[in-house]
């Protein structure tokens, strides 16, 4: 209970905070099956309320979330359908605030600004072709040098390219060990 007195918490959460304390699994169990039958672990609704929070509050992109879902121990179908919250157009516009913040803050050339804003949204999760697009509107949007700038990159092409880099990277990358 003073588990759940901090924050929400997924079964899978629960479970392991109550191995930890060396109590059997049968046990557990059995108390979280009756956490579940009164409504105290729910974790559809954690789900939900997580993408929402973190989408909401950090700009987090559905692959970023769907990956915090899964440390937090919520099923694949579970985290799926919280995901469905959030549509491309709602990540777009998304991904395009979080860059328009901070492209009032953005000293240097126009490459170099546009390098670390899409990095930026490639951190919160989005996917390349997204975080591109957005990054060269904005710039584009912002003055007369960046409009050029913007205006030479091809977004499907570099799009493509990260993708082809990002799949390269997940052959090379050990396992996860969960």
Known sequence: MRQLAARPR????????????GISEETTAEVLDR???VGIIDDAAFSRAW??????????????LANELRKHGVDSDT????????????EAETARSLVDRKLRTA???PEQI?????????RKGYAPG????????ALAAQ?????????????????????AMEADADLTRPPDPD
């Not at 993408?51 to 970023?64: D, E, I, N, Y």
């Not at 985290?79 to 709602?90: I, K, N, V």
């Not at 997204?130 to 509107?137: E, L």
């Open 143 to 163: 003055s007369a040098e960046a409009a050029e700038f913007a205006d030479q990159v091809d977004a499907d092409a570099l799009a493509e390219a990260q993708s």
């Open 10 to 21: 997924t079964r899978a959460e629960l479970a392991r905070a109550l191995a930890r304390r």
């Open 35 to 37: 956490y579940d039958e």
């Open 107 to 109: 000293r240097g050339e």
């Open 130 to 137: 997204v975080a591109i697009r957005a990054v060269k509107d």
């Open 51 to 64: 993408v929402t929070s973190r989408h909401a509050g950090r700009g987090l992109a559905r692959r970023a």
């Open 79 to 90: 985290a799926g359908e919280a995901l469905e919250q959030l549509d491309d157009s709602t």
């Open 114 to 122: 546009f390098r670390r804003l899409v990095s930026m949204l490639a």
